[in-house]
Every structure is written in structure tokens, then in C-alpha cells.
């Protein structure tokens, strides 16, 4: 019996929800492990994974970012295979359009960022205090920078499914098994950072696949069983740790680079909400659900990038002033305040939220584009080194913060400007139509 589905539909209510559900949960978790504290006429930080290990198993349930950009490489398959039978643009104008409406909120969100931070500098706040807040709001930036990469590389990882199929994703996973092997055995840890590449750009190329119809429910069930087989296996006998995101203090990170356990969630993530997707489509095809999802994606961009800001501006508020307690780490009275945390985040968040959107023009809008007088393959190798140039800059920023050592990140802002300016250079001719 062929266990094979007939190529997906172009619009899929089931993944327009994980997609937003995973952001929500990402934003939920990152709010849940920014413990700030107040003592002695301070702010610091505690990290819950370090001080209570046993919550590291928590991050199994939040670690859903493999959700998103498997769904991102359905999304993409679908604006390229559409794209393709009307002929309505040229492969760059294609990936400029795309590339622009991530950097176009970004970059308004880093203006916005480094410009407070001037503001800061000019009122006398001190170093420290600079960096860790510069941190809380880069650090989910990797994300994004990530992002673009994939996005870049559709047209390749297109043509490359269509060619070889399954082989592409169970290639590049083979890579992350093979980087991390070395890198671990080596001591070579830097290798690992192919992993970046290897591991998402195979999560991406899953979405690719399901949406070309290769990825069954059958075949879906069994990827969710191996990985299910193997995680515990990798996180007890092998060398990762439990924690699916990063952990003061290990040797081997799950999440920064992505690992081969990483991997092992993405597969049970991916073949369990896959293989559902039709029951969960019936369920969102009634009432107020359609509504309900397009509302959220609409704004689960803004979500992602804002989403650490009600984190700086409650804690500057709530703790000096007494209005936030503070009790002791996981006690009950933790968890309660937790919940009060999480509460009040989502306030000042929804009212962001609807800030945003009021000023869509503003924070929604892609960057825009220039006309110049070069050759189309010159302006699409500035589109590439450019997207390239802002991914560098994003990771910069996600790993040192917007305040490293309580100073301007010079170089990361430098690449991402330069990024910036040669993304929105168009060829003065259109470019063929491939």
C-alpha cells in the first residue's frame, strides 16, 4: 500500500498555528528562565537550568524552534512553486523580497535597541548594567540571523529536492551526526559550528519535502520514534546534556551550535505534529479559529523581536520599587511570583504589541529597495554577501549582546549597516526570469 500523501495544499491552517504557537512558546520560556534580580542596589541575573538542574528536562517543552523552521521550508516551497508557474519575478527579486521583510522590523528593532543604549551611556549608567540589558535583548537574535541563511539558500535546497528527495535531509543530517562526532572527539569544538548550517538547513529541508509529499504519516510516525528512541540515549549515555538550550558550564551545548540531540527532539516534534496535521486543519476550519491564527501570524514577528523589551522595562520598575518580590529560588512562593512575572509580562507585552501594530508602517515595514545602475549578477551577489553581512551581525549581536563590556558593538553594527545597504540594491534591468 503507497503511504505516500498527494503533494500538500498551498495554505495549511495546521502550520500557520505551529508557527505561531511555536514563537509563543519560545517568547513563554525565554520570559520563564530571565530571573532578574535587585540586591544590594543591583540588578543581576540567576539561571533556574544552573541553580535547580532538574529543570532542564523543562526545555524539551520549550525547545520548539525545529517547529518553526520546519514549517518556514513549507512556506518557502509554497512561494517558490507558486512563484515558478506564473513567472512573476526573477529567483533574486524573489529572495530580496523575502530577505527585506525580516531586515526591515529588525533593523528597525536594532535602531531602536542601540539607541537607548546611546541614551543610557549619555545619563551615566554603568557599564554593567548596560550589558545585561543589551544582552536580555539580543539574545534571541540568532534566531533571525539563522533565518535568513535558509532563506537565501530555497532556490538550492528546491533544486536539490527535486533531484535527489529524502536524500537531501537525511544527507545533511548525516553532517550534523558527523561534525559532532568530530568536534567532540577532536576537543575541536569550533567545527561544530558547521552545525548551524547542517542541522537547520535539514529541519528546513523537512518542510520541504512534506510539502513536495514525500513525508507520509507513516514515515512521519517512524521519524518520531526513532528520535524518541535516541534522545534519551544521547542525554544519559552519550555526551549532551539534557538542557535544549544553552547552560553555563557544559562542555556541549544542544542549541549553540545545534547538536545531534537537537536533532533527535526535531524528529519526534516534527513527525508527531506532521502526521496530525489534517485532524488539527477540520478542528481550525471552524468558528473563530481561522481568525484566531491569521491574528497571530500576523503578529508573531513583532512578537519575537519585542518580546524581551516588557522584560527590561518590568524589572526596572518592579523590582527596585518592591512591587515584584522576590522570594526565595524554588520555593513555592518562586513559582508563585513566577506566574505573577509571567502574567505581568503578557500585559506590557499585548499593550507593545498593540503599539506596533498601530505603527505598522514603521515596524512592519520591509526595507525598502534602490534602483542602481549594475548588472543583475552583480546585484545578486550584493544581495547574497549582504544577507550574509546581517546574519554575521545578528549572531555577533545574539552572542555578545548590544552592550558588550558596556560599549557599542562597533563591528556587529558596522556589518549589519553595510548588510543592510547592499540587500536593497536592484539591478536597474530586470533580471531573467529563470
Do not use: K
Not at 520570559?31 to 533556574?48: E, I
Not at 540571523?145 to 543530517?173: D, E, K, N, S
Not at 529541508?205 to 514515515?219: E, F, K, M, T, V
Request: hydrophobic letters at 55%.
Amino acid at each position: 500500500m503507497n503511504d505516500r500523501p498527494a503533494p500538500a495544499p498551498q495554505r495549511e491552517r495546521a502550520l500557520d498555528l505551529y508557527r505561531s504557537a511555536a514563537v509563543v512558546i519560545v517568547v513563554i520560556g525565554h520570559w520563564l528562565l530571565s530571573v532578574m534580580t535587585y540586591r544590594d542596589g543591583a540588578f543581576g541575573r540567576d539561571n533556574p537550568l544552573v541553580l535547580m538542574p532538574w529543570t532542564q528536562w523543562i526545555t524539551w517543552f520549550f525547545q520548539v524552534v525545529p517547529v518553526f523552521f520546519a514549517v518556514a521550508g513549507y512556506a518557502g516551497a509554497v512561494s517558490w512553486t507558486r512563484r515558478d508557474a506564473e513567472g512573476r519575478s526573477s529567483r533574486q527579486d524573489r529572495i530580496r523580497h523575502r530577505v527585506t521583510r525580516t531586515l526591515g522590523p529588525t533593523a528597525v528593532y536594532a535602531v531602536f535597541v542601540l539607541t537607548v543604549l546611546g541614551v543610557l551611556v549619555l545619563a551615566g549608567i554603568e557599564g554593567q548594567v548596560l550589558e545585561l540589558g543589551g544582552w536580555a535583548v539580543a539574545m534571541h537574535l540568532w534566531f533571525l540571523g539563522v533565518y535568513l541563511m535558509v532563506v537565501a539558500l530555497t532556490p538550492i535546497a528546491l533544486a536539490a529536492h527535486r533531484r535527489f528527495g529524502l536524500a537531501v535531509p537525511a544527507v545533511l543530517g548525516a553532517g550534523v551526526v558527523v561534525v559532532d562526532v568530530v568536534g567532540i572527539a577532536t576537543g575541536f569544538a569550533e567545527i561544530r559550528m558547521l552545525n548551524y548550517l547542517f542541522c537547520w538547513a535539514a529541519i528546513y529541508q523537512l518542510g520541504i519535502a512534506w510539502h513536495g509529499g514525500l513525508l507520509g504519516r507513516r514515515l512521519l510516525l517512524t521519524m518520531a520514534a526513532v528520535g524518541a528512541a535516541a534522545l534519551p540515549v544521547l542525554v544519559t549515555w552519550g555526551p549532551y546534556p539534557v538542557a535544549m538550550i544553552g547552560v553555563p558550564g557544559v562542555q556541549v551545548e544542544n542549541s549553540a551550535p545545534p547538536s545531534v540531540a537537537l536533532l533527535a527532539l526535531a524528529l519526534v516534534q516534527i513527525g508527531v505534529l506532521f502526521a496530525i496535521v489534517p485532524a488539527v486543519n477540520r478542528v481550525l476550519a471552524r468558528g473563530v479559529w481561522p481568525r484566531v491564527v491569521s491574528v497571530a501570524n500576523d503578529n508573531v514577528m513583532a512578537l519575537y523581536l519585542w518580546h524581551m523589551l516588557p522584560v527590561i522595562v518590568v524589572t526596572l520598575v518592579g523590582y527596585p520599587t518592591g512591587l515584584l518580590p522576590q522570594p526565595s529560588m524554588g520555593s513555592g512562593a518562586w513559582w508563585l511570583a513566577r506566574l505573577e512575572w509571567e502574567v505581568v509580562l503578557m500585559v506590557v507585552a499585548a499593550a507593545l504589541l498593540s503599539l506596533l501594530f498601530w505603527q505598522r508602517r514603521v515596524f512592519a515595514a520591509p526595507l525598502p529597495t534602490f534602483t542602481v545602475p549594475v548588472p543583475p549578477v552583480l546585484a545578486e551577489t550584493l544581495l547574497y554577501v549582504g544577507t550574509a553581512s546581517c546574519a554575521l551581525a545578528l549572531g555577533l549581536v545574539s552572542a555578545n549582546g548590544f552592550a558588550p563590556g558596556g560599549r557599542f558593538p562597533v563591528t556587529a553594527a558596522v556589518l549589519f549597516g553595510v548588510g543592510a545597504v547592499l540587500v536593497t540594491v536592484r539591478p536597474r534591468l530586470p533580471a531573467a526570469t529563470d
